[in-house]
């Protein structure tokens, strides 16, 4: 018999699972170490978030001791079993994770200190050093994290033992101070076009980030605004749920065009930057709504998407400009369209045909050298002289609209386009989410076998699904290259393919507003493949982000931040068959059918 064995106290303490803290603090470390060496610190302190408190530089290691006690604490209660009961070792247990992870940068500055890593590591340097110190001595920076560390670890693990409409309120006036602070380009624009500059001099500090000041209004406002509202918007809610089918559908209906208003009405208000911003989130909503279609509804797995991006804006060019090397009959733009979506099918068509019995990994590979094969022509010297090869086509006109011309220089009128688009995108996946053809994608994607010997036939069901997806990127590659009026291959990169696959998976696969969440979320923050979002500090991180997030969407949350609910289903099928078997309303044998 072992020591362990023999006394399990050492190993466990009744509530808390002290090896699973102590994991959780050598992820910490592990994590403070590697977000350092990244060189997010010093990249980030430059943009403030309350100034001059706390920076983006600090903010991105002061959340790993907080976020790992809160996940270390955290337990999954199943159906039928009861949570266990808090106390102060949970506090305890949080304090010790917040030590490790500050630990980790403490013995960081001392190696820094004391040897020269820079050769491998181009982010070991004095000027880390400097900062994890505090511009001070070893000793006191060491102590400073440490008693951070403690603090956040701490408070991470309160979430789990203060009451629960506490914790609520902390959350919400955390989150909403961030909030304001990285949106701080966005509200700007908006509350000067209101007239509000007083406020805004108020909130925001001159060279960027929150005051003082500005944070506590933030989060007063914060806590108020939930209090007077109370729970009017759940109650209303509710009261539209009861509501009779007609009457709910006649309220939806006046929401849909009062939201539809706003959104024409805001570009009005907005200046040069917002709209832009706005412009870009809006064509990775339409790149998003037609790989939604493939991925989402009919579960194809298509890695080479941005080849018909690619089709839609080279046909513009080709057909459009002035200066289309082969072949130049300068057609107004929308009849440029229709011969656009005419060939964008066919070549959603030419690159399902051969892969459309091919599934899983191999369908991935296959539909991603499709997409790098229409990059690498459009670049090719073969037919350079129908598309300018490197050199591209340039001296692409305007979207004329009678009343003017949609052009780069006025991203108001490109938004307000683009606007006009993703409407129309929107209600045809609508529709087709809710047709027979699109009751048939979602039967491929749960089962192919079992939709096919229901009468399914997939080979065309599939092919319809590439075309459809192919047509709503046609739309995007269209106006962006009306949009920036000039067009290169090194504007069709596999990672827009990429990018706009996280788009789709963090917003909810299959859900048209998950689809528009995900491109608010990620594109208009962090921004695009070469799209400044609202944290332009990010550009040289933006990779390592979206990784980091998709790995936590997959294990965390793979139905997406808005999810669908028959996405939900397929993705927790074996939590329901589990709560259903505690609840007795399935038997064993009934639970093998099932799965």
């Not at 209303?236 to 929401?255: D, S, T």
């Amino acid at each position: 018999m072992t020591a362990t064995s023999a006394n399990p106290s050492m190993v466990e303490t009744p509530g808390v699972a002290w090896r699973k803290q102590i994991r959780f603090a050598l992820i910490g470390a592990l994590s403070s170490v590697f977000i350092a060496l990244a060189g997010m610190p010093v990249g980030l302190d430059g943009r403030s978030i309350i100034q001059p408190v706390l920076s983006m530089g600090f903010l991105s290691l002061l959340w790993v001791p907080f976020v790992m006690a809160t996940l270390a604490g955290s337990e999954v209660v199943l159906e039928g079993m009861t949570a266990r009961t808090r106390d102060s070792r949970d506090l305890l247990a949080g304090g010790i994770i917040g030590l490790g992870s500050a630990g980790g940068l403490v013995l960081l500055m001392v190696l820094i200190q004391n040897f020269n890593l820079r050769d491998p590591l181009v982010n070991w340097s004095p000027q880390l050093l400097n900062l994890l110190s505090f511009n001070r001595s070893l000793g006191v920076g060491a102590l400073l994290w440490l008693l951070l560390g403690l603090i956040l670890g701490v408070l991470g693990a309160a979430m789990h033992v203060l009451p629960k409409k506490l914790c609520s309120r902390i959350r919400t006036v955390v989150l909403s101070v961030l909030a304001v602070s990285v949106l701080e380009t966005f509200l700007t624009d908006l509350l000067e076009g209101f007239g509000l500059e007083a406020l805004t001099d108020f909130v925001y500090y001159k060279r960027g980030g929150l005051e003082v000041g500005g944070a506590l209004l933030v989060a007063a406002l914060a806590l108020i605004i939930p209090l007077l509202v109370g729970t009017r918007i759940k109650d209303v809610k509710e009261q539209v749920v009861g509501l009779p089918a007609e009457e709910r559908k006649r309220v939806n209906l006046i929401l849909l065009a009062v939201s539809a208003a706003l959104l024409l009405v805001l570009p009005f208000f907005l200046g040069k930057i917002a709209n832009e911003l706005l412009a870009n989130v809006g064509l990775f909503v339409l790149l998003a709504l037609g790989l939604n279609v493939v991925v989402g509804l009919a579960g194809i797995l298509d890695l080479g998407y941005v080849a018909f991006f690619a089709v839609g804006g080279y046909t513009t060019a080709v057909l459009t400009s002035p200066n289309s090397p082969g072949f130049s009959p300068e057609l107004p733009w929308p009849i440029a369209l229709i011969v656009v979506v005419v060939i964008t099918g066919i070549v959603g068509l030419f690159i399902g045909a051969p892969v459309i019995r091919m599934r899983g990994d191999y369908l991935a590979i296959v539909t991603l050298g499709f997409g790098e094969i229409i990059r690498l022509l459009f670049l090719s010297d073969w037919l350079s002289g129908w598309f300018g090869g490197a050199q591209g086509i340039t001296n692409i006109p305007g979207v004329e609209v009678g009343i003017g011309t949609v052009k780069g220089t006025d991203p108001r009128s490109v938004f307000l386009l683009v606007l006009v688009f993703c409407a129309i995108a929107i209600y045809v996946s609508w529709r087709l989410e809710n047709s027979r053809l699109g009751r048939a994608w979602m039967a491929i994607r749960e089962d192919e076998d079992v939709a096919e010997a229901m009468g399914v036939n997939t080979t065309n069901t599939k092919l319809m699904a590439f075309v459809v997806g192919a047509v709503l990127a046609s739309f995007s590659g269209a106006i962006f290259s009306a949009k920036v009026g000039s067009i290169f291959p090194t504007s069709f990169l596999m990672l827009v393919s990429i990018i706009i696959l996280v788009v789709v998976i963090v917003g909810g696969m299959g859900n048209i507003a998950g689809v528009i969440v995900g491109a608010l979320v990620l594109i208009g923050v962090l921004g695009g493949p070469k799209q400044p979002g609202l944290l332009q500090e990010f550009s040289q991180f933006k990779l390592l982000i979206y990784g980091a997030l998709l790995v936590w969407m997959m294990l965390k949350r793979p139905e997406g931040l808005v999810p669908n609910v028959r996405r939900t289903r397929e993705l927790h099928q074996e939590e329901f068959l589990q709560d259903a078997w505690l609840k007795g309303e399935i038997d064993t044998d009934d639970q093998e059918d099932l799965q």
